[in-house]
Structures are given as structure tokens and as C-alpha cells.
């Protein structure tokens, strides 16, 4: 029987997570410490690209709010903290939000609460740093006045296929109460709820998940690179290895890793392991390297094919195409495009961008660096035939590449789209 929740962090995860709830008949606060995302919510506007303003319509219409005021905690059987976890000074785990939401929340619960930490971080987080915090803030204890639990978050922005519904939910708590209360909550609105021995491994499950996408891919841009030497297309020998019905599974090269999962999540496992153990792990050290290297490879590639035209990177129009770090959604965060505009612009280009999720880009991995700012192309045709190159980054499904492709002068294609002799492919 539902009762009420607070989602603690009103973003990419806390909102899809509180929509699930209230759909499923829970009273459900969203506690942000972000003023203006909270009013901003409450006036009907969705920040994220997953809800749309209808959805958020009919969560507030469910009984969903979103505040500032963490008592809204006081009143909830269930707090679910869905906080950023970063990286820090030194490519450290930045656990601050973790630790501020926890401390919050320990002041607010009461006997009974069940206590889940979501946000992805390093094994031990739940019962080294929240458990005290909670314990020591709230005066109860974990296992007989409350429950404590984590379950890692699989949202994946802009998909459609799978989401909050019919994502399996990993769940592992501190006592086989604590799972149990926690895979009640989740079973509420997700179709299967996976119970999980121990907290560590639930931890675990969700870095190992994310490490195997960053060492898959580092594996295929670094196969992308010695092909293109011996003149073998990396596109097709992909296409031909994904026939195999088992044992392969397909990943493709591209002009870097974006997004808040692949390039930070696997340094939280590698620093735990340097931290803890003194070895590093080698396989995240190594896919960290070779993505990190791609935008430059991007722009080396760039410089050699402006060479076949008799044409320097200073003063060429180089146009972008997408620049969010994904698909079809606005999210810019790691974008490797601010890696390749960066070089660009040190090389003296003339660098232009065309995204339609995009219309003014701080050319920065920080958005509050208002450094070098772009603004997107009006019109993307125009500027395709204008450019010396054009260089597609993110694959909207606006583009129409093949026409652009065949529109431009020379048409670098670093995701592999293209098919045909009008584009050059990574
Ligand atoms: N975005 C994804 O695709 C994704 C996928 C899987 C897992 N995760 C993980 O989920 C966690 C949350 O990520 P996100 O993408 O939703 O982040 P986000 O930045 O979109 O949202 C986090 C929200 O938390 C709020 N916040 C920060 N400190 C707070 C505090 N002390 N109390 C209350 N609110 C606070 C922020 O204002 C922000 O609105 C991270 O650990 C991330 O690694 C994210």
C-alpha cells in the first residue's frame, strides 16, 4: 500500500523516479536544494528531456511537489537520494552532495523510515559514510529504528525502449529487512526487483556495468585507429562481428565518451581499488586513456584531410554537427565536442556548430565558464555548403546526413552513419 516518499535531487534520476511513484499511487516529495529548479518544477516546467511538461502536469495532479524544505522528509515512509557524485580535486570521488542530502535527511527521518542511497559511487559509500551520518544525526539505529539500503540507478536519458518501468532494479540492504523494505517500495512501479546479497555488491554491480561500456568502447575506438593504418574499415568488420548471435556484443568507436556515467563512474571503482588496495586497476586506466585521446584524434583527422584539399586548419571553416554528448537529448555534460572545439580553436579555425538542442554553447566542460561562447547556425544547409569541412559529432535524427553529406565540400563522419563515397568515416 503506497504512502510517501521524498526523492531527494529533482534531476536526471530523482524526476523519472518520482514520476514512476506517483504514478503508482505514492504521495511523493521532490526535496531539491536548487531554488530555482524547484520553482520551476511547481510552475509546470519539466527541466529534464525524459519528462515532458504534460507528464509533470499529471504528477502534479497525482499528488507529486517538489521544495526546498527538507521536513517534507519528516512525513516520508521512504527517502531516496538521487544527488550528483563527481569527481573532485584530482579525479577523486566528490561525495558532498551524498554526505549534505544524508546529513539533511538524518535530522528529518523517523522510526520505521527506509533509507536508500541511488547516486552511483564507490563500494562501502552506504555503510561507511551515510550509515554514521544517519545514526549519529538521528539518534535511531539501522536495523531496528530504520532501514538502510542502496539500489543503483540505471536511467538511460532519451531512451525509449527501456525505462523506469521495465529496468530490472538491483536492491541491497543492511539487513534482509532493510532489502525487503526497499524491494516493496521499488515493486510498487518497477516490473522486477532483483534482491542482492550484500550492499558492496549492489554497489558494485552498478560500476561494473558501467566499466564494461568505457572498456568496450576504449576497445573499439583503439581498433578504430590501427584499422584505418592497415586499411581495413573498422565499420564493416563491426557489422560483420555483430551477425554472431553469442558471445559478441556491439559497441562502436566515436569521437569520445560523454554524459555523467562512462567517463567518471569507473574512476570511482579505480579509486577505490588504488585507495584500498594500492594496485591500480589497469583496464580503466588503459579505455580512460584511449577515450580520452579520441577528440584528438578527431581533430588530427580533420587536419589531414583538410591537407588533401591543399587547406591548414588556421582559418578553415570547420562546422560541427550536434554537440550534446548524446542523441536526440539536450544534455551536454562531458560532451567530448568541447575537447574537439577546444583544440580546434587553439589550432586559430574558423569553428562554427550546428545543434538544434543546443542554441548557445559555452565552449567549456564547466557551464558556468562563459569563456568562449558559440552560437548554433541558423540555417544548417547554408552552412554546411559553406564550410571547408563539416564534422558530424551526435547524430540527431534531424540530420538528414546523407543530403548533408552530399552537400558539403568534405563530410567527416566520426559516428559511422554514413554509408556511400560522399562522407570519410572515423
Ligand atoms: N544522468 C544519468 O544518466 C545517470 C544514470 C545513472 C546513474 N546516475 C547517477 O545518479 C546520481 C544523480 O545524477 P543526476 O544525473 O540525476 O544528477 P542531476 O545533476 O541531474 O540532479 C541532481 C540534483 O540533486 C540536487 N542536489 C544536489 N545536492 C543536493 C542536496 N544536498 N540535497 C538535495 N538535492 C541536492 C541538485 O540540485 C540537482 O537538481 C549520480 O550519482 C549519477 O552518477 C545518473
Redesign the pocket.
Given at each position: 500500500m503506497p504512502g510517501t516518499v521524498t526523492i531527494?535531487?529533482?534531476?536526471?534520476?530523482?524526476l523519472p523516479l518520482a514520476q514512476g511513484a506517483a504514478n503508482a499511487g505514492w504521495k511523493v516529495w521532490g526535496?531539491?536544494?536548487?531554488p530555482s529548479?524547484v520553482a520551476s518544477i511547481n510552475d509546470g516546467k519539466s527541466p529534464i528531456d525524459d519528462i515532458s511538461d504534460e507528464q509533470l502536469e499529471a504528477m502534479q495532479a497525482a499528488g507529486y511537489e517538489a521544495s526546498t524544505d527538507p521536513s517534507c522528509i519528516a512525513d516520508s515512509d521512504v527517502v531516496v537520494v538521487?544527488?550528483?557524485?563527481p569527481l573532485g580535486e584530482g579525479g577523486s570521488p566528490d561525495l558532498g552532495?551524498v554526505r549534505?542530502?544524508t546529513n539533511?535527511a538524518s535530522e528529518q527521518i523517523r522510526r520505521g523510515t527506509t533509507f536508500i542511497l541511488?547516486?552511483?559511487?564507490y563500494p562501502g559509500t552506504t555503510e561507511e559514510i551515510c550509515l554514521p551520518i544517519l545514526e549519529a544525526g538521528s539518534g535511531l539505529k539501522s536495523g531496528e529504528d530504520f532501514y538502510l539500503a542502496y539500489s543503483p540507478?540505471?536511467?538511460?536519458?532519451g531512451m525509449q525502449e527501456y525505462g523506469i518501468k521495465n529496468t530490472p532494479k538491483l536492491v541491497g540492504g543492511m539487513t534482509p529487512e532493510a532489502t525487503e523494505s526497499a524491494e516493496a517500495f521499488y515493486a510498487s512501479f518497477i516490473d522486477t526487483v532483483v534482491p542482492m546479497n550484500g550492499i558492496k555488491e549492489a554497489e558494485t554491480a552498478k560500476l561494473l556495468e558501467n566499466t564494461f561500456r568505457h572498456v568496450n568502447i576504449a576497445l573499439v575506438n583503439e581498433m578504430a585507429k590501427f584499422c584505418r593504418e592497415l586499411d581495413i574499415d573498422i565499420w564493416e568488420v563491426i557489422r560483420g562481428a555483430a551477425t554472431k548471435p553469442f558471445g559478441f556484443m556491439k559497441f562502436t568507436p566515436g569521437p569520445g565518451v560523454g554524459?555523467?556515467?562512462i567517463p567518471?563512474?569507473p574512476n570511482y571503482l579505480s579509486y577505490e581499488v588504488r585507495k584500498e588496495l594500492g594496485y591500480p586497476f589497469r583496464f580503466v586506466e588503459l579505455a580512460q586513456e584511449i577515450n580520452n585521446s579520441m577528440p584528438y584524434y578527431v581533430v588530427s583527422r580533420v587536419a589531414d584531410l583538410l591537407n588533401d584539399e591543399g587547406k591548414a586548419l588556421k582559418g578553415a571553416k570547420v562546422l560541427l554537427l550536434g554537440v550534446t554528448y548524446k542523441k536526440d537529448i539536450a544534455d551536454q555534460r562531458q560532451s567530448p565536442a568541447v575537447p574537439v572545439a577546444e583544440r580546434f580553436l587553439t589550432y586559430g579555425t574558423d569553428l562554427r556548430y550546428h545543434d538544434p538542442y543546443v542554441s548557445r554553447w559555452n565552449v567549456s566542460q564547466d557551464p558556468h565558464d562563459d569563456t568562449v561562447v558559440l552560437h548554433s547556425v541558423d540555417n544548417v544547409e547554408e552552412a554546411v555548403k559553406e564550410a571547408d569541412i563539416v564534422v558530424l559529432l551526435q547524430p540527431h535524427t534531424v540530420y538528414d546526413t546523407a543530403q548533408l553529406a552530399l552537400q558539403s565540400k568534405v563530410f567527416f563522419d566520426t559516428v559511422g552513419i554514413t554509408r556511400g563515397p560522399d562522407a570519410v568515416r572515423l
Open positions: 531527494v535531487g529533482q534531476g536526471y534520476v530523482g526535496y531539491d536544494t536548487d529548479k538521487c544527488v550528483p557524485t552532495a549534505g542530502a539533511t541511488e547516486s552511483t559511487t540507478e540505471r536511467v538511460n536519458p554524459g555523467h556515467c567518471i563512474d
